[in-house]
């Protein structure tokens, strides 16, 4: 192996990853275990969790699967206290739990509301999984981290933390009117605050806090908003969930020794324009 591909050899090392079953969180689980580390797999769906665990471990990698919500604190310390027990250790935590309206079934009615009639109840619920859970998390992953004397951490951030959603991507002709909701903006920019607040305050702990910024995925959307989206890409397309686990493991590996504090978009050109 050469010595640049050195740098993003993860043999010896743990992470956790929260929403390690989901769209991305799987891919960057297979990205980070393949690379040689042990991944402990967290997710709210305890099956899906156990699930991609075993296959990973059929293929002769190092996985565990843990049932885990992000927005309990008991619930998040268990989590690393589970992955410590079966590594000895805790090198990488990637952040990817979150709730997107236009993904997840049990909140899609979400994107149907106007600012104005947006419920208080939608905005709480994704301040607790999208940002307060991120918190609990750094909380309790940190800890380990300082004892070892270095650790990394990785938020996933969206386009849309960074510029406001285009509401017309969403609308359809002779149907109500769609929106993506405020919740999903402002927890994604609240993503990005806490990530350079921590990256400063562990300064001189060898601990590294960045974030990644994926552009929109594909998810087995509806061709008239496949085309919408891709018509704002300047790569004209929407991501592969795989085209963002290249990313994720440079910032998890030595690839990226030199940054912190810093935000990583790989969104098509999305932001260019």
């Known amino acids: 192996m050469s010595k640049v591909l050195e740098l993003f050899n993860l043999k010896g090392q743990a992470a956790v990853i929260t929403g390690g079953a989901g769209l991305l969180g799987a891919g960057f689980c297979r990205a980070l275990a393949e690379a040689g580390a042990a991944v402990a797999i967290a997710d709210l769906d305890a099956s899906a969790a156990s699930r991609l665990a075993d296959e990973l471990t059929r293929e002769g ?24 027990s079966a590594f000895g250790r805790l090198d990488i935590l990637v952040n990817s739990a979150a709730l997107d309206p236009k993904f997840d079934p049990q909140h899609s009615g979400a994107h149907l509301n106007a600012f104005e009639d947006y419920p208080l109840e939608s905005w709480n619920q994704a301040l607790n999984v999208n940002l307060t859970g991120i918190f609990l998390c750094c909380q309790a992953a940190v800890r380990p981290m300082l004892e070892q004397g270095r650790g990394v951490i990785i938020n996933l951030c969206s386009t ?3 510029v406001g959603p285009d509401q017309r991507i969403y609308q359809r002709e002779g149907q109500p009117a769609q929106y993506k909701p405020v919740s999903y903006s402002v927890t994604k920019a609240g993503v990005l ?3 350079r607040y921590l990256a400063t305050y562990y300064a001189g702990k060898n601990i590294r806090v960045n974030a990644l910024t994926p552009g929109g995925v594909y998810n087995q959307h509806e061709d008239e908003f496949v085309q919408a989206y891709s018509s704002r890409a300047v790569l004209g397309r929407m991501a592969q969930k795989n085209e963002m686990s290249g990313a994720l493991l440079f910032l998890a590996s030595e690839a990226s020794s030199y940054m912190t504090g810093a935000n990583l978009v790989v969104d098509g050109g999305w932001t260019a324009w």
Do not use: H
């Not at 699967?65 to 410590?84: F, N, Y």
């Open 193 to 195: 605050g806490l990530t």
């Open 61 to 84: 990698l190092q996985a565990i699967a843990i049932e885990t919500d992000v927005t309990l604190p008991a619930s998040t310390s268990q989590m690393v206290q589970r992955a410590w």
């Open 160 to 162: 849309y933390g960074l």
